[in-house]
């Protein structure tokens, strides 16, 4: 055999795996028909961190306005058709060329450009080229999962996939779904001048903490976005193109008038490529694999998002990375345990941890918060102003904008930190936050949930004040008890959404 294995697909998945299969000494080759790096600098995670900044800017602009020293500054031509050419001119080029230059120049790795065809597990042919290897792994990534609804076709129906190819701005969007893609997506438009809408058959973010998503859906009501949930979406409606949605809510039909729909109710798995070979395939489209990224077909991996959720990108990177250990000949396994979660909403950030609260009181019984802000806020705040008497308001909260908490003071616009601690081990259970910049550190806090962190450990860690997330220096006020009591909120409060 040619080669020790062949990684169908070059997307994070299996340019991370192949680079790690190199690494350990075997001869990988990577078949990829598009850009190394799969969608993710297409209409991924780079098109994401790029927009999420355009409309970062747009929204700061908004707030910051006219306010104490800022000049007024005119929206009305903001564009996020603009912020999307600027992106396929620029960003979707650059990335793509330094991917494949990362790839192939500076770690060696051979790759068969074109479309691959599986003639069995051991031969792919390219471009009528044949290439045989003593392994095949599948790295076919995800689709967005339409609904089968009337109008689905009509031009104006996108998915994230369209989003960069945007090339007229919309006055009102419905978005179907109110998950991460969804909510993230709302938070995205709404900052152009764009109407938004999200309809979703169930609940919004129903694994978030109860806290960050009031934080959120608060957020939300006060830009205009507005959220159904518990509504059935039926039909698109158009002529030539789209002109509303049409759903069923509380037994009644509703239209929502629009010029654009962005449809974000899941993935599906590419996993169509590994069905010849025999390889099972789950309820969900997904390669059914083992903890070693491993099909029930020998020689036969999958990785990435084709074997199924959590749909993650460092999950997919380390599926690679797992598949090309075992290919080695080690006995390596995922671990899928404290894997963070993620949400743009510009010109914030969601980002989570381990156990919601909710959780961690099933789980722990009581538990200690260490959370700031907490309780009651001033009732209809004006900007620029101070409102004595409001206390648990007034520590600033994320990372690089403090101005948001000084300009409107009361109106937590610049976010919320909460720890969840069990008293009786006193170790963490879970982290949460709304602000900007916490994502960093949550890639190291997932490990310290791994590894039982205590707040006693926390606190002997060294801040750099001020930071994005806090948990050093507010665990270290409580870290002296014997007994936990905590930081700041008990008990549930209110909703006052
Ligand atoms: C994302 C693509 S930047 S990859 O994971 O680096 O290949």
Redesign the pocket.
């Known amino acids: 055999m040619e080669y020790d294995a062949i990684w169908l697909g ?4 299996g ?2 795996g192949a680079v790690f299969h190199k690494a350990l000494g075997g001869k990988p080759l990577i078949v990829e028909e598009h850009h ?3 969608e ?2 297409v209409c ?3 098109f994401e961190n790029f927009f999420y900044d355009q409309a970062s800017m747009a929204e700061l602009m908004r707030l910051y306005s006219g306010k104490s020293w800022y000049p007024k500054i005119d929206l009305s031509n903001i564009s996020a058709a603009k912020a999307a050419e600027l992106y396929r001119k620029v960003g979707q080029r650059a ?1 793509a060329d330094t ?1 494949k230059h990362q790839t192939e120049k500076q770690l060696g790795v051979e790759v068969a450009w074109g479309k691959g065809k599986i003639i069995d597990k051991n031969t792919v042919e390219v471009n009528g080229k044949i290439y045989k290897g003593k392994n095949l792994v599948i790295g076919a990534g995800s689709r967005p999962t339409m609904p089968n609804i009337p109008g689905i076709h009509l031009p104006g129906v996108m998915t994230y996939k369209d989003h960069p190819e945007m090339k007229t701005d919309p006055k009102k969007m419905v978005i179907i779904g109110g998950g991460k893609i969804g909510i993230g997506k709302a938070a995205m438009f709404a900052p152009f001048n764009i109407e938004v809408t999200v309809l979703e058959k169930y609940t919004c973010l129903p694994k978030w903490d109860r806290d960050i998503r009031n934080f959120i859906f608060r957020d939300f009501k006060r830009r205009g976005i507005k959220i159904y949930e518990g509504i059935d979406v039926k039909e698109i409606k158009g002529k030539g193109k789209v002109e509303s949605v049409v759903a069923q809510f509380n037994g009644e039909t509703m239209e929502f008038p629009c010029d654009a729909v962005m449809v974000s109710i899941g993935l599906t798995p590419n996993s169509e490529p590994a069905i010849p070979l025999g390889v099972k395939i789950g309820k969900g489209n997904e390669i059914i694999i083992d903890e070693g990224c491993r099909t029930n077909v020998p020689g036969v991996y999958a990785v990435g998002d084709a074997a199924g959720p959590p749909y993650f ?1 460092a999950i ?2 380390k599926r690679g990375m797992i598949a090309a250990k075992n290919i080695a000949g080690e006995d390596a396994k995922m671990d899928y345990s404290f894997v963070p979660d993620h949400i743009y909403i510009p010109p914030l950030e969601a980002t989570c941890v381990g156990l919601t609260e909710a959780e961690a009181r099933e789980k722990y019984g009581d538990v200690v918060l260490v959370q700031v802000p907490w309780g009651p806020k001033p009732k209809d705040p004006k900007s620029e102003e101070y409102y004595p008497g409001f206390e648990n308001q007034g520590l600033p909260v994320c990372g690089r904008m403090h101005t948001l908490n000084l300009l409107f003071y009361g109106q937590n616009r610049n976010g919320l930190v909460k720890a969840i601690v069990d008293p009786k081990s006193r170790k963490y259970v879970g982290f949460h936050s709304v602000g900007d910049g916490a994502k960093t550190a949550f890639q190291y806090l997932s490990y310290l949930l791994k590894i039982g962190w205590t707040v006693d450990q926390m606190a002997n860690l060294h801040e750099i004040f001020l930071n994005a997330e806090h948990f050093i220096q507010l665990s270290r006020l409580v870290a002296g008890q014997k007994e936990l009591k905590g930081f700041a909120a008990q008990v549930y409060l209110e909703d006052d959404l």
Do not use: E, T, V
Request: charged residues 15%; aromatic residues 10%; contains cysteine.
């Open positions: 070059g997307g994070a998945a340019r991370f190394l790096g799969g993710c600098h991924r995670c780079a990335f991917m990108m997919a990177r």
